[in-house]
């Protein structure tokens, strides 16, 4: 079992939209995770991070964590064009260590 | 502002020929990260420094070596680039907090390698 998995997608959804974003892990010990969102040919940027059980807003973004489940998810409200981009779920593990998952490929469609 | 620096953007070398990619940082963080990250790939961590302290990661390869002169420079060494190194270099920094928040990584723009 891959440590951090995430659908490689391409997710397609239209302008206006929610796009919905999955994350899982497999340390149950992980203290935090992070969201970031990555252009292409660009250099990972950060949306937000999360480390309590519950959601998280800011903006159009809200972060969703559940450790019981081992599940952390990314909602975009509002969908626009500017979102496509793909985003990577990172996780800071019990070992001090953080781990990138493949990242999901989001297109929204105007 | 305060920032991430790579520098160069983009380096080109031949097979074999050692290149050398550096990191600078302004945010004076201690703990800096280089990562690789290839083409529809997640980045892969090669090693990281807490303040002086090198950590390098199981599977990198010895090829890769790293250098942390200072507080706000670190640079990646790869003595021998193989074609299967060419690849996006990411440097990252972020400070040894207790607080998850103030722990998070901040990435340069990365330095593109390619490999002739």
């Known amino acids: 079992q891959k440590e951090v998995e995430q659908n490689s997608g391409p997710l397609s959804v239209p302008e206006g939209a929610i796009a919905s974003l999955n994350c899982t892990y497999s340390?149950?010990?992980?203290?935090?995770f992070f969201w970031y969102r990555q252009y292409s040919g660009k250099s990972p940027e950060l949306i937000m991070f999360i480390y309590s059980n519950g959601d998280k807003e800011d903006g159009r973004f809200t972060a969703q964590l559940n450790k019981a489940s081992q599940y952390v998810s990314l909602l975009i409200r509002d969908s626009q064009p500017s979102d496509s981009a793909t985003y990577l779920c990172a996780v800071r593990t019990s070992y001090d260590k953080v781990i990138f998952g493949p990242g999901t490929s989001l297109s929204v469609i105007p | 502002d305060a920032m991430v620096i790579q520098n160069p953007r983009y380096q080109v070398t031949q097979f074999g020929k050692p290149v050398t990619l550096s990191c600078s940082q302004t945010l004076n963080h201690n703990v800096m990260y280089w990562y690789q990250q290839k083409s529809s790939q997640a980045p892969k961590l090669l090693f990281h420094?807490?303040?002086?302290?090198?950590?390098n990661e199981a599977d990198t390869p010895d090829n890769f070596q790293s250098r942390r002169p200072n507080t706000s420079f670190c640079f990646l060494d790869i003595r021998s680039p193989g074609l299967g190194d060419a690849a996006m270099y990411l440097c990252a920094t972020s400070r040894d907090a207790l607080l998850a928040g103030e722990r998070t990584q901040y990435f340069g723009p990365g330095t593109r390698l390619t490999v002739l």
């Open positions: 420094y807490y303040d002086k302290d090198f950590n």
């Open positions: 340390d149950r010990g992980s203290q935090s």
